[in-house]
C-alpha cells in the first residue's frame, strides 16, 4: 500500500471513528466531538486542508462547542484554527442551513470540499444555505475560524436545519427590545469615511476642508475622520506607522496640522450643515503612549507581568484592561473634552466588541448629557443598540456581495440575512451599510476591482436603498482602484472618472427626496425569469420606490410583481435614472430587461 492509500485508509478509520449522525434533515445537531489543528502558519487555505481528501490523521480530537484555550497546548493560542467532522443525512431532498450560534471571531465553511459561505463579526450567530453542497449518506464540514485576541473557536452551538425552521433557532434575547432613539440627523445620515494622508495630496485637516464643498455636493452629511490622533514610534509598522496605534487621545497628528486647524475644519464643516466624527481607538495605544508612561498599570499582563498585545498580528499597539475603575473614569472624561470642549458630534468606535458593553453605555449616559450625538460601533452585537450605539457595522450585507456577484449564493442570501437581523437586534436598530472600508480596502482588494465597475454599481444602488444608513470610504466616488495603506502615503487618483461619484450622488439625493428609504418598510417583489435578480419596495405611507437588481453577468428578461396591501399595482413607474415611464399590466406586473449586473430604481407613482 502506497503512502497516500494508507493516508486515506486512516482517514476513513478515523471518520468511522467519530459518532456519526443519522437523523432526518431538521434539527441535527453537530455539537460533540470534531477533529482540530491549529494554524498559525496561515497555510491551510494554500494546503487545501477544506477538501474532502485531505489527511487529517494528526488532527487532534476535541469538544464543539467551546474555546480552544481548553483544549491541550492552546491556553494561549490567537490565530487560525480549523474544525472538522461528519455527519449523515437521510435525506438531501429539503433546503438545508447550517447554523453557528456564536464563532470567535470569522468564518469560513465547506461542505465536501465545496465552499458555502464566510462570516465576519464575533458572537453574531450566522446560517449558511448548504442545499446544494449536501448529499444523501455521509458528508464532511470543515470550519475555519480566524481568531485576533481573545478566546477562539466554535463556541456556541452548531446546527443543520431546514431552512422553514431558521427561525427558532436565530431569535435572540435583544429582539423584543427597542433601540435606543437616535436624533433625526442620525437616522437620516449618509457617512463619508475620511482617510486623511490619502484623501488629498496634503494629507492634511486643510486639505479636506478645500474639498467640503464637492463632499456636500456628493451628499455627504457625516464625516468621519480615521484617527486623528499621534501615531506611537514603538514597534511601529511601516514608515508611518498605524492611525490605530495612538499615542495620545488628546493629541493631534502633526501629519494632519493642529488642534485650531482640526478646529477650523469643524467649523466650516458644521457651516455647511455637515456633523464630524472622530475615530476612537479604546481598546488598546501604541507601546510608548501617554497612558503607558503615566499608568502602565492599566494594561493586560500575562502571568508573568508582561504587557500583552491585543493578538499576536497587532504587534504595533497595547491592549487596554477594563477591569481598571481609573482606565474607564480616564476615557470618559476624554470623550467628553472632545464633545463638550471641541465640538465634535460623536464617535466611531475601534472594535468596539473588545471593550465591554457596559463601559460604553456607561460614557454613552454621560455624553448624551452634553447634546446628540453620533455613536457608530465597529461590531455586531445586538445589545450595542440597547442603551450604547446608534449604528452597527452592517458587515453581512458586505461579505454576501462577492459570492452574490459570482453566483455562488443565491440573491435569497439577502432574504436571510434581513430575516435574521429582525430576529436578532432590538427593533429599528441602524446598520451601516457599504460597499468597502479602510480594512478591506488596504487588506482584500479595493471595491471597483473586487467587484468589478457594474458590479460596484449593483452594490451602491443595494447599500443605498435597504434600510440602514449607507458609508462611502474615501476615494470611492471615483471608484479608488488602489490600496490606501494603513502605514504608509497613497494618494486617492482624483483624475479617474467621476462616473461611480454621480451614481452615489443619485442615490444619495433620491433617499433625501423619499422617506421610504430612509425610515419606511421594505417588502420582497416577486420575480419570474431571472434566478440572479432581486426585487423589493421600499414603503413609507404614500412615498413607495421599486428596486430591482440583476447580480448576474447575462441580461435577463424578468417579470416582476409589485406587492401591495390591496387591489393590483395600476401606476406608471417612473425610472430614477433614465426618467423612463413603465406602464404596469394589469395584474400590477412589470416586464423588464436588465444588462448583467443592471439595475432600477422607480418611484412608484
Known amino acids: ?18 459518532p456519526s449522525l443519522s437523523t432526518a434533515t431538521s434539527g441535527l445537531s453537530l455539537n460533540g466531538e470534531w477533529q482540530f489543528a491549529a494554524d498559525s502558519g496561515k497555510a491551510g487555505l494554500k494546503g487545501g486542508w477544506f477538501k474532502s481528501s485531505f489527511d487529517r490523521s494528526r488532527w487532534q480530537r476535541v469538544e464543539t462547542p467551546g474555546f480552544w484555550e481548553g483544549y491541550p497546548g492552546l491556553a494561549t ?84 436545519i431546514e431552512r422553514s425552521r431558521l427561525g427558532e433557532l436565530l431569535h435572540g434575547p435583544y429582539s423584543s427590545y427597542d433601540a435606543r432613539s437616535s436624533t433625526p440627523w442620525v437616522k437620516n445620515s449618509f457617512i463619508y469615511s475620511v482617510y486623511l494622508r490619502s484623501f488629498s495630496p496634503e494629507g492634511t485637516f486643510a486639505g479636506l476642508e478645500r474639498r467640503l464643498p464637492e463632499l456636500k455636493d456628493l451628499g455627504v452629511t457625516v464625516l468621519w475622520l480615521l484617527p486623528i490622533h499621534p501615531v506611537g514610534k ?137 447634546k446628540p450625538i453620533l455613536m457608530l460601533s465597529e461590531g455586531s452585537l445586538p445589545e450595542h443598540h440597547v442603551k450604547a450605539f446608534d449604528l452597527t457595522y452592517s458587515w453581512n450585507i458586505y461579505d454576501a456581495l462577492d459570492p452574490l456577484l459570482k453566483g455562488k449564493r443565491p440573491v435569497e442570501v439577502i432574504d436571510q440575512i434581513l430575516d435574521t437581523e429582525a430576529l436578532q437586534f432590538p427593533k429599528h436598530s441602524l446598520r451601516m451599510r457599504f460597499t468597502t472600508n479602510h480594512d478591506k480596502n488596504a487588506w482584500d482588494a479595493p471595491a471597483v476591482e473586487k467587484f468589478g465597475v457594474k458590479g460596484l454599481q ?112 395600476t401606476g406608471s413607474p417612473r425610472d430614477v435614472f433614465s426618467g423612463e415611464v413603465l406602464p404596469a399590466g394589469k395584474s400590477g406586473t412589470l416586464a423588464l430587461s436588465l444588462p448583467g449586473h443592471g439595475y432600477k430604481v422607480l418611484v412608484l407613482d
Open 1 to 18: 500500500m502506497n503512502v497516500r492509500r494508507f493516508f486515506h485508509f486512516l482517514l476513513l478509520i478515523i471518520m468511522m471513528a467519530t
Open 77 to 160: 493560542y490567537d490565530g487560525w484554527g480549523w474544525f472538522a467532522r461528519t455527519f449523515i443525512l437521510d435525506s438531501a431532498k429539503e433546503p438545508l442551513n447550517i447554523f453557528f450560534a456564536g464563532v470567535d471571531d470569522d468564518a469560513e465553511v465547506w461542505v465536501n470540499g465545496k465552499a458555502v459561505g464566510v462570516h465576519t463579526g464575533y458572537s453574531e450567530p450566522f446560517a449558511l444555505d448548504i442545499s446544494n453542497a449536501v448529499r444523501k449518506g455521509e458528508n464532511l464540514v470543515v470550519v475555519l475560524v480566524k481568531d485576533y485576541s481573545g478566546g477562539g473557536g466554535i463556541y456556541k452551538p452548531i446546527t443543520i
Open 234 to 370: 514603538l514597534h511601529r509598522k511601516g514608515t508611518l506607522g498605524s492611525p490605530y496605534a495612538v499615542q495620545d487621545y488628546y493629541g493631534i497628528n502633526p501629519e494632519f496640522g493642529t488642534l485650531d486647524d482640526g478646529k477650523h475644519l469643524l467649523a466650516a464643516a458644521h457651516r455647511l450643515d455637515m456633523k464630524l466624527i472622530i475615530d476612537l481607538v479604546a481598546n488598546h495605544t501604541s507601546w510608548d503612549s501617554e497612558l503607558m508612561r503615566t499608568h502602565p498599570e492599566w494594561f493586560t499582563r500575562d502571568p508573568q507581568g508582561n504587557i500583552l498585545p491585543p493578538n499576536e498580528d497587532w504587534t504595533d499597539v497595547a491592549d487596554l484592561d477594563y477591569g481598571h475603575r481609573g482606565l474607564r473614569d480616564y476615557m470618559i472624561e476624554m470623550m467628553r473634552w472632545w464633545v463638550e470642549e471641541v465640538g465634535i458630534d460623536g464617535f466611531r468606535c475601534d472594535v468596539a466588541e473588545m471593550v465591554p458593553t457596559e463601559f460604553w453605555e456607561e460614557a454613552r449616559a454621560r455624553l448624551d448629557r452634553i
Open 458 to 569: 449593483v452594490g451602491v444602488v443595494l447599500v443605498n436603498t435597504l434600510p440602514g444608513v449607507p458609508m462611502i470610504y474615501t476615494g470611492e466616488e471615483v471608484a479608488n482602484n488602489r490600496k490606501l495603506d494603513l502605514f504608509e502615503k497613497v494618494s486617492v487618483d482624483r483624475t479617474r472618472p467621476g462616473t461611480m461619484g454621480e451614481l452615489w450622488k443619485t442615490m444619495t439625493a433620491l433617499r433625501k427626496r423619499h422617506p421610504a428609504l430612509r425610515e419606511g418598510t421594505l417588502k420582497r417583489a416577486a420575480t419570474t425569469g431571472g434566478e440572479s435578480v432581486y426585487a423589493f419596495v421600499r414603503a413609507f405611507g404614500k412615498d413607495r420606490l421599486l428596486v430591482v437588481l440583476n447580480f448576474g453577468t447575462k441580461t435577463v428578461r424578468v417579470s416582476c410583481t409589485i406587492p401591495t396591501s390591496g387591489q393590483p399595482f
